[in-house]
């Protein structure tokens, strides 16, 4: 029976997969479609790159994989994951690829979405490995990027005092070896643009320098890593490095899942650990191990009173920008030293998992931040315990999970939730939240209104409906309230974050969406001038359409149209709208493909920006805030010398209407346009 449903399968889809699928979907197109769900200029997202990558040379047997294998992979959500192993722990292995439409919860979307990262293999037996096979059968893989910004700014015009002292351009260089997921070792090196090269406070040639050296699936040793590497427990209480779920139109897409040990290979100089880290497992238990040693950027503190305290050593704050351009900057350039370790102890079984988390930090400096009324619960000496422990539960259609945390200083962050498949064409999820106002961390990053699991008590509710296969509804409501002050906001609020966004997928070639979200919240009233602040309501709320069509075999094309609204108090309202038309080439056995755009925007200010996602060059995003009166285009070209050589060149130009500068500070242009050049080659062998 089985093998009928299957043979009935492949015949619906084949022609379907050989038409839009005949080499897998584009990293870059997987990237445009996920990272615009977290509209962030900040957000890391060239390591979530990496890791598609890593998947497309090495995809998952599906046979094979375990939770924690799936759990990897950021494009399949929870309910999925539990469906296919629900699903062949019942059926037994999958046969093919096309199997996966017999799965609840599998779309042809998702499928398409992950064939480049999954396969389908029988034979499930255990190979050893050669170690002379293992490091040198392996893919090398050199990628170096250019970027520059072709008008000058202030910052590079000026002569002496606070300037950038480098060259405008970016310098990006990455080796690695892989040989499957067994080994891998590489490094990373990056020169920001301003920031010194061969020379002054770089002599060593690049700012930053990042290296690894990892293991996994040895027998006991699941995980080995020495050099810079990301940690990722429970929910992200206490830590969560990387790409992490936040609030996005992947409504259902609430729990965090992954490793809990990956080598670091992306640029962000800040949010990772160095040092040694290792995951050793056996018949469903597993322990966990870190620790790091570590420089990073501080601000020093000028103490007047207390001589008792070595002024040199005391700082107020951590920078975390990564950049080393000018005198200032330079300044408190790794001037601290810090020490965290860690670990854990877990039990997995397929339907349940429960996990032990801990995390001590140390910094070797007086931590003596400024003491503002909102901060006076926030960490104020030099070390930092955590513990927390994480839970799953899948009984049926039915998905428990969360983390309950608590720091040293008797602060404790609650987060629980499900995941609920009322049926095939309705899921359901809730997530509770309560973070004490004193709950201290540094590196967690959970699902949440605020950058941080502190001062805040939340209920997130989603629905996800497929009435017909051609239409998907989804929507969420994120209520939440803080019981203490908050950075710009002087007294206890509340606040609400609501969306809602309909799907048309008429036939392969074409899908629609239109999208609404709307805020509000409490907020200080914008230029007050009265002796105290007050909070007044704040409103945020914008409308989108999306469009994006195939047109033969050669072109797709896409097309949106977004408006948006800020309002604070009485003030006046900000309106804002953007119109761009995107258009892509891409032949089947042609080295050659394009990219290009052209975005119309029109705001009243700054709070009416509208964020859009920018197809980028391998291993790097562009999400530029829109605002003021302009017009923006970009054109990519990627080509393929050979089969081991590819190249990517990327032009784009933003231009304001009635303004004499663009920019502010060192970074403004004497001018209405910014014109970035970007030029990168990737080497395989």
Not at 269 to 289: Q, W, Y
Request: aromatic content about 14%; overall charge positive; glycine content about 8%.
């Amino acid at each position: 029976m089985k093998q009928v449903l299957l043979l009935t399968l492949s015949l619906f889809t084949c022609s379907l997969y050989a038409q839009t699928q005949p080499d897998g979907t584009d990293v870059q197109e997987v990237i445009e479609n996920t990272a615009s769900q977290n509209e962030s200029e900040s957000f890391d997202y060239d390591a979530f790159i990496d890791e598609l990558e890593q998947f497309k040379k090495n995809p998952i047997n599906l046979n094979k994989a375990d939770e924690n294998t799936l759990n990897d992979l950021p494009l399949l959500l929870p309910t999925q994951i539990g469906s296919l192993l629900q699903y062949i722990s019942l059926h037994g292995k999958l046969i093919s690829i096309y199997e996966l439409q017999a799965v609840p919860g599998f779309d042809l979307v998702t499928i398409q979405r992950i064939l480049p990262y999954v396969m389908v293999d029988s034979d499930l037996s255990e190979t050893k490995i050669p170690i002379k096979k293992l490091f040198s059968k392996g893919t090398f893989t050199f990628v170096s990027r250019y970027k520059q910004t072709i008008e000058k700014s202030e910052g590079y015009q000026l002569s002496e005092g606070n300037r950038y002292l480098g060259k405008p351009f970016n310098l990006f260089l990455r080796f690695r070896y892989n040989y499957g997921t067994r080994l891998s070792y590489g490094f990373t090196a990056e020169k920001d643009a301003g920031e010194e090269f061969f020379k002054g406070s770089n002599k060593q040639g690049f700012d930053y320098y990042s290296g690894h050296f990892a293991i996994r699936d040895f027998s006991v040793l699941k995980t080995f890593i020495a050099g810079d590497y990301e940690v990722r427990l429970g929910q992200g209480l206490m830590v969560w490095s990387g790409f992490g779920v936040r609030k996005s139109p992947s409504v259902l897409n609430i729990r965090k899942q992954g490793i809990k040990l990956r080598p670091y290979t992306s640029l962000n100089e800040s949010n990772f650990m160095r040092g040694a880290a290792f995951t050793v497992g056996k018949k469903g238990f597993e322990f966990t191990a870190f620790g790091s040693f570590k420089q990073l950027d501080a601000t020093a503190t000028a103490l007047n009173a207390d001589t008792s305290i070595n002024t040199e050593e005391a700082f107020s704050s951590f920078n975390e920008s990564g950049y080393h351009r000018t005198p200032n900057e330079i300044e408190g350039r790794n001037s601290l030293l810090t020490l965290t370790a860690g670990g854990n102890f877990s039990y997995n079984q397929r339907s349940w998992h429960v996990g032990v988390n801990g995390l001590y930090n140390k910094f070797f400096g007086t931590y003596l931040p400024s003491l503002q009324p909102y901060s006076q619960y926030n960490l104020r000496q030099n070390w930092l315990v955590n513990a927390s422990i994480d839970y799953r539960v899948q009984f049926r259609n039915v998905q428990l999970f969360g983390e309950q945390a608590i720091s040293n200083n008797a602060g404790f962050a609650l987060l629980n939730g499900a995941l609920v498949s009322l049926d095939a064409k309705v899921d359901i999820a809730v997530v509770h939240r309560y973070f004490s106002r004193n709950y201290q961390s540094l590196f967690a990053n959970a699902l949440a209104e605020g950058s941080r699991p502190q001062n805040e008590h939340g209920l997130y509710v989603a629905l996800s409906v497929k009435p017909i296969r051609q239409i998907r509804i989804d929507v969420y409501s994120d209520l939440y309230k803080s019981d203490w002050l908050k950075y710009l906001v002087d007294a206890p609020s509340w606040g609400s974050d609501n969306f809602l966004q309909l799907t048309f997928t008429p036939n392969k070639k074409m899908e629609l969406y239109a999208r609404y979200r709307y805020e509000f919240r409490k907020r200080n009233l914008s230029g007050n001038e009265a002796a105290f602040d007050y909070l007044d309501n704040e409103y945020r709320q914008s409308l989108r359409f999306n469009i994006k069509y195939k047109i033969g075999e050669l072109f797709t094309l896409a097309n949106r149209v977004e408006w948006s609204n800020f309002k604070n108090g009485n003030n006046k309202a900000e309106n804002g709208y953007m119109i761009y038309q995107d258009i892509g080439f891409r032949k089947l056995g042609f080295p050659l493909s394009l990219n290009a755009r052209l975005a119309i925007f029109k705001t009243d200010g700054f709070f009416s920006r509208i964020y859009t996602y920018e197809n980028d060059v391998l291993y790097s995003f562009s999400i530029p805030a829109l605002s003021g009166n302009g017009l923006r285009y970009y054109l990519m070209l990627n080509y393929n010398i050979t089969r081991n050589i590819e190249v990517w060149v990327r032009f784009a130009q933003t231009n304001l209407f009635g303004v004499k500068t663009i920019g502010s500070s060192l970074d403004e242009i004497n001018g209405n346009k910014r014109s970035e050049i970007k030029a990168q080659i990737r080497f395989k062998f």
